[in-house]
């Protein structure tokens, strides 16, 4: 008898995934750039955004035809795992041209649901919108659509796509997105309902000069600041893709946000964190998720054969508490 109930009780100890070792977060950065750490299975991706669900796993959305969904139980191996909108979103090929590609999508778990936010649009317009879904368990066909947050037009100065929500220290609800011509912007959401919540719009980050070059924010609270992620440069064009990214910090999520030399975000500046390097092309369209054992960093960047792929660095910060990438 004693037998067999050590054995269920062994059996039932070998069930049990262990959560990673919590790491001490690391105050020196590495003299040069890491190489994304390893990965393995369905890892082509293109602007990736994740989310650690309750069991434990993870859950990626990114670019493609009604936003393509990944899975791992380890951060490591990834799979496929359908597509958001199985049945198409036909609500959006109004900015799409017709065509079934969705960008940029943005997912977080708040309040027992997922939230969605999602970019419509062709390459180079801002005949843009960004939409809502939500869905109790993120599994492909179980996502509700809730409809329109923003849109832009040709006559905009900004552009709507690439969203990201950042809830803050109060518990009030914003919405980042934005890129090129004038740059990042911020709207306020609605807690209740993940919708848009007044009409006021602020500028967070603009490129000055000879380009307009910016795109994808993530804004994520770390100690007592904000810190704006972004990417510059250009995205998508393979292994000749210049992307690289960039960070702001504020202690407001409002801004102003200023890099390290304190350079405002509104007049070009930013703190570059990765970049290309060796057979690491275009580096960009980063999400921060805080794990058990560290705050990881989520991007794509493009291999010498122009194929997106996923990368997946951890997060320090030096005694200034500037973040970096190991």
């Keep these: 008898m004693w037998k067999r109930a050590l054995v269920a009780l062994l059996l039932g100890a070998a069930a049990v995934r262990p959560e990673p070792v919590p790491l001490a977060t690391p105050t020196t950065p590495p003299s040069s750039y890491p190489n994304p750490g390893r990965v393995t299975g369905d890892i082509g991706v293109h602007d990736p955004s994740v989310v650690k669900r309750p069991d434990g796993s993870y859950l990626l959305v990114h670019t493609g035809d009604n936003i393509t969904i990944k899975t791992s139980t380890d951060r490591t191996a990834w799979r496929n795992a359908g ?19 969705l960008w940029a999508p943005d997912i977080s778990y708040r309040n027992g649901r997922y939230y969605l936010y999602y970019s419509a649009s062709t390459f180079g317009s801002r005949n843009s919108a960004i939409f809502l879904a939500t869905s109790t368990t993120g599994a492909s066909g179980s996502w509700t659509n809730q409809g329109l947050i923003i849109s832009t037009t040709s006559s905009s100065t900004y552009n709507a796509i690439d969203p990201n929500l950042v809830v803050d220290a109060q518990g009030r ?5 934005g890129s090129f011509w004038t740059g990042i912007k911020l709207i306020q959401l609605d807690p209740a309902t993940g919708r848009r919540l007044g009409t006021s ?5 603009q490129r000055t000069g000879g380009t307009t070059a910016i795109e994808a924010p993530f804004v994520f609270r770390h100690g007592s600041y904000y810190y704006l992620w972004v990417s510059f440069d250009a995205c998508c064009q393979g292994a000749s893709s210049t992307y690289r990214i960039m960070v702001g910090r504020s202690t407001s999520v409002t801004g102003p946000y200023v890099d390290r030399n304190g350079v405002a975000m509104t007049s070009g500046g930013g703190t570059q964190v990765l970049a290309g390097h060796g057979s690491v092309h275009g580096p960009g369209h980063q999400a921060v998720v805080p794990d058990r054992d560290a705050e990881v960093l989520y991007y794509h960047y493009y291999a010498d054969n122009g194929a997106p792929l996923l990368g997946i660095n951890l997060l320090g910060y030096d005694s200034a508490g500037w973040p970096f990438v190991y």
């Design 173 to 177: 609800w914003w919405l980042s997105f």
């Design 201 to 205: 719009i602020t500028g967070l980050a």
């Design 83 to 101: 597509v958001v909108f199985p049945g198409g979103a036909p609500w959006t090929t109004s900015y799409t041209g017709g065509s079934a590609s």
